[in-house]
Structure formats: structure tokens, C-alpha cells
Nanobody, 124 residues
Framework: VQLQASGGGLVQAGGSLRLSCALS????????IGWFRQGAGKEREAVVC????????YYVDAVKGRFTVSKDTAKNTVWLQMNSLKPEDSGIYYC??????????????????WGRGTQVTVSS
């Protein structure tokens, strides 16, 4: 199982970015994909999680109403559309896969497969 996040960049506050997470090696849809971020000097935190066999994501309060996660199973890709970005959204964004059955899956320790992150910088 491999994941690769991409699409990060530098954007002004109020702007938008769309991240993608390319999935490979998944032999079933019995996984939850999580997006996490880690700001400078901060712990890694969950942003949203989405079960591949379901369409009801869970967003943390900090991004609710601004971020939207979606999946394209044909392209083996999970997208994270980020709108109305704020400087505090800056950090390295990671996508990860979990097989934990509880919900939501928000702890980094519950994810076993991680992709390389992509940097998001929001300037004020």
C-alpha cells in the first residue's frame, strides 16, 4: 500500500488549493484515508478522514465548511479541496491509510501507511 500527496504550494490568505493523494497497492476499499497536517513546531493533526467504502467524511472543526474531501475510485485518488485558506492552515499535509474500524479515525497512531507530505504555505 502506497500513498503520495501532491498539490501543495504558496497561496495568499483567502485563496484555495487542491491536494491529491494517489493510492496504489490497495486490494480492497476497506480502508480509511486520512488527511493530516503538521505546522512548524506543532504536532501532526488530523484534518479529515474518509472511508473508501463510504461517502460520509469527518472533518475537524477547524476546517469544516472550508475543506472538502472527495474520492475518484477509478483514478485511485483522494482529493482535498481547501478554500478560504488561513495562515494557520500552513504546514506539511500528509495522506495516510488506516484499517481501524472505529469512527472517526483521527489519531495518527491509527494509520499504518503514510505518504510523503506536500507543503502548504498560506501567507497573510
Amino acid at each position: 500500500v502506497q500513498l503520495q500527496a501532491s498539490g501543495g504550494g504558496l497561496v495568499q490568505a483567502g485563496g484555495s488549493l487542491r491536494l491529491s493523494c494517489a493510492l496504489s497497492g490497495f486490494n480492497s476499499d476497506d480502508y480509511t484515508i486520512g488527511w493530516f497536517r503538521q505546522g512548524a513546531g506543532k504536532e501532526r493533526e488530523a484534518v479529515v478522514c474518509l472511508a473508501l467504502n463510504d461517502n460520509s467524511p469527518y472533518y475537524v472543526d477547524a476546517v469544516k465548511g472550508r475543506f472538502t474531501v472527495s474520492k475518484d475510485t477509478a483514478k485511485n485518488t483522494v482529493w482535498l479541496q481547501m478554500n478560504s485558506l488561513k495562515p494557520e492552515d500552513s504546514g506539511i499535509y500528509y495522506c495516510a491509510a488506516s484499517r481501524v474500524k472505529s469512527w472517526p479515525v483521527l489519531w495518527a497512531s491509527e494509520y499504518i501507511n503514510w505518504g510523503r507530505g506536500t507543503q502548504v504555505t498560506v501567507s497573510s
